[in-house]
């Protein structure tokens, strides 16, 4: 019996087209070991790490017919060296040049005839460091707790304690033949009919299927809007027709400032991150020339990570709960104190009240099951972004300790949320070593400034310290005096 795509994994590849691919990706900064980290260094880490992640040399087989879901195979021409390839920037590469490639690449959409991830390594970076760039289609980790391929070649050490070795027998089974697939699929319509229908209605090439999908998927769209009484996002420049460009830029908060901003001004980190993001649009809505009065707002998309408990100590262990949130950002008020409280009110309202809407009641609406709370921000933003929210901030907490990729220290981390149709920006934010990086990917046309809201994230912390009376000033990045994670 083969291993098939669930509906809604399927779903999520059909309604996938040129100008919106959906693999999340990200790009990690190393700093490069003594003896450097080349490219056969890096096939030969992510070859030995490849039985930890068995999907990553698999792909997806249509049915002929699309008589049933999509079937995951054993790659027979897996090539590791064709997944993990290799770029260079003119020495000495600049941030700049290195935000323009990743745009580059994470704007082309993977090749469906193949295992659905891509990993780039870009020599020539200044200062002696190189990065990685990954892009994984989401429908090849189906489930909360599944892993990305980037984050099983890093370690918690420069060389990772002794451990035995993933057993690597791994030999490709022969993909069944169209016969044999069809086969398969007439058995299961005869064992489960209800799943025929699915499968009719998820078919590839049926545009009038897609469509009807997109039509129940609004049907049930507006049942939960009149029980959750969502009303429509506000208009907004960030929803327009987009294109296949993007631009990415980047921005830093030091993680400690952002905490005693939050011990002053009460709520959580999050709030404050919200609140930043808020400050800073506000201030790029006025840059062009967009109308902001005190009732202005934008709605975001929240997929946020909450331990069960709701501990008040931020640092405190737990288990991580998904809770995704629709939350009007209050961009017409102008003082960032006043902004961080009515932040903080809105988030715990949505999360008790009218505007909650749970990780699965989002997938029940979009269709697709997240494997992280990016990828759910990338799920749930599929196709009716215009009607629910302006667009998608996910916030993921990673570790607070130095990470190694054979030898490499990982000073930054960036993730590049995909942008879905209609939505010309998503930001995404990640904390490592004590810094909080965000990741924003924009459309080329609709919002080709980004680069400046980046600026003015940098900025609006920086307000929000100053006017707390916060520790130290903003970190700005390698190229400053402050040391990464320090």
């Given at each position: 019996?083969?291993?098939?795509l ?26 490069s ?28 087989l ?16 897996f ?78 050490a420069?060389v ?58 609004a049907?049930?769209?507006?049942t ?18 987009i294109?296949?460009q ?87 008020e ?31 609406l ?96 920086a ?24």
């Amino acid at each position: 019996m083969v291993d098939r795509l669930t509906s809604l994994d399927a779903s999520f590849l059909y309604l996938e087209d040129p100008d919106t691919p959906m693999h999340v990706a990200g790009f990690l900064v190393l700093e490069s070991p003594h003896g450097g980290l080349d490219h056969e260094d890096l096939v030969d880490l992510v070859q030995s790490r490849l039985p930890l992640v068995p999907r990553f040399r698999q792909k997806v087989l249509e049915v002929p017919g699309h008589l049933a879901n999509p079937a995951w195979v054993d790659d027979p021409d897996f090539d590791v060296t064709y997944h993990v390839r290799r770029s260079a920037l003119p020495r000495p590469g600049t941030e700049e040049q290195l935000l323009d490639l990743v745009a580059r690449l994470t704007a082309r959409p993977l090749d469906h005839a193949r295992p659905l991830w891509e990993m780039y390594l870009v020599e020539g970076l200044a200062d002696d460091r190189i990065a990685v760039v990954t892009k994984t289609h989401p429908a090849l980790v189906d489930g909360l707790n599944a892993i990305d391929i980037g984050q099983v070649i890093l370690d918690d050490a420069p060389v990772p304690a002794d451990r035995p070795a993933p057993r690597d027998d791994w030999h490709p089974r022969r993909p069944p033949g169209p016969v044999a697939l069809v086969w398969e699929a007439v058995e299961e319509v005869v064992q489960r009919p209800t799943a025929a229908l699915e499968t009719v209605r998820t078919a590839a090439g049926d545009l009038r299927a897609t469509a009807g999908r997109m039509v129940g998927t609004a049907g049930s769209l507006l049942t939960a809007l009149a029980r959750t009484t969502v009303r429509p996002a506000p208009t907004s420049p960030l929803n327009a027709s987009i294109g296949r460009q993007r631009r990415v830029a980047v921005a830093r908060a030091d993680l400690e400032q952002l905490k005693a901003v939050r011990r002053e001004l009460g709520g959580t980190v999050n709030d404050v991150l919200l609140a930043t993001v808020t400050g800073a649009l506000r201030e790029w809505l006025l840059s062009r020339g967009e109308p902001v009065v005190g009732s202005t707002s934008v709605r975001a998309l929240v997929p946020v990570s909450v331990r069960p408990e709701e501990a008040a100590d931020d640092d405190g262990p737990g288990g991580t709960v998904v809770s995704s949130l629709l939350v009007d950002l209050p961009v017409g008020e102008p003082n960032p104190r006043v902004r961080v409280a009515r932040i903080g009110y809105a988030v715990r309202g949505a999360a008790q009240g009218s505007q909650s809407v749970g990780a699965d009641t989002l997938v029940a609406l979009s269709g697709f099951a997240p494997p992280t709370l990016h990828a759910l921000g990338a799920r749930a933003a599929s196709g009716l972004s215009r009607r629910l929210f302006n667009l998608v901030v996910t916030n993921v907490p990673g570790p607070q300790v130095p990470l190694y990729a054979s030898g490499a220290r990982m000073l930054e981390v960036f993730p590049v949320v995909p942008l879905a149709r209609g939505q010309g920006l998503a930001i995404g934010l990640t904390s490592y070593d004590g810094t909080v990086y965000f990741g924003l990917n924009a459309d080329r046309d609709s919002v080709g400034d980004v680069d400046v809201l980046a600026d003015l994230i940098e900025q609006e912390v920086a307000d929000l310290v100053e006017t707390t009376g916060g520790p130290g000033a903003v970190r700005r990045g390698p190229g400053s005096d402050a040391a990464p994670g320090g």
